[in-house]
């Protein structure tokens, strides 16, 4: 079965700085894609950025992107800008055609 | 409108009891799933139904039974509840099963077992 792995349990940034959330994965497909989503305190799953595996080119949405790198399967966010209603968990998320794994999430905190 | 929506909110009850979870989509997805997050907050799916057909069923103890009686639906019977059901629960669709699609959630169901 496929691994997904968040080392970081709890990470902080200042408001305005940025920050960097890592996520590490484990498998033999190479049909794959990766996401990360957000669960702020409402509880409530929201999709932030998605990366196909094929390709090379790291996905960008506003203030978030992705550093992919496929050898390594590593595949981290980075929030530039950071705002206070950034502040959530953080689940990084691998999905294949018959498998979908979910890593154990970062705690994000943003310092005013 | 609210796209995928889950019933009831909380649920309390005590060890022993049967209880149910509904889940409705109206996106318009064929593909829909059941997680379940623990205290912990991982994050661990237990099925999916594609056009009302069961895709994934992960190592989940024969206590939990999904029912999809159409393709916005997938509820979720429990029986027998125990302690270690306690979690919270979401339901989650997305446009087909194939892997570059999204999944949209629900607001999950907190089940506290007594």
């Known amino acids: 079965a496929q691994t997904v792995t968040q080392s970081q349990p709890e990470m902080s940034v200042q408001e305005a700085e940025t920050v960097t959330l890592s996520c590490t994965y484990d498998t033999s497909e190479s049909d794959y894609y990766l996401f990360w989503y957000k669960q702020p305190p409402s509880r409530q799953m929201i999709l932030v950025i998605r990366?196909?595996?094929?390709?090379?080119q790291n996905a960008t949405e506003n203030r978030f992107s992705v550093n992919f790198q496929k050898a390594a399967k590593s595949f981290s966010l980075k929030i530039s800008d950071s705002q206070l209603g950034d502040a959530a968990m953080y689940f990084c998320?691998?999905?294949?055609?018959?498998?979908?794994?979910f890593g154990a999430g970062t705690r994000l905190t943003v310092k005013p | 409108d609210t796209a995928v929506s889950q019933t009831p909110k909380y649920l309390v009850t005590q060890m022993g009891n049967d209880k149910s979870i509904k889940c409705e989509q109206n996106l318009g997805h064929d593909t829909m799933y059941w997680y379940k997050q623990d205290s912990k907050k991982f994050l661990k799916i237990m099925f999916s139904y594609n056009n009302k057909e069961l895709i994934i069923n992960e190592t989940v103890p024969n206590r939990f039974s999904p029912k999809s009686p159409d393709k916005a639906h997938l509820n979720l019977h429990i029986n027998s509840l125990e302690l270690g059901d306690s979690a919270v629960y979401f339901c989650?669709?997305?446009?087909?099963?194939?892997?570059?699609?999204?999944?949209?959630f629900g607001d999950g169901t907190r089940l506290s077992i007594l």
């Open positions: 989650a669709s997305s446009q087909d099963r194939n892997s570059n699609q999204p999944q949209h």
């Open positions: 998320a691998y999905r294949s055609i018959n498998d979908m794994r």
């Open positions: 990366q196909e595996a094929y390709k090379q």
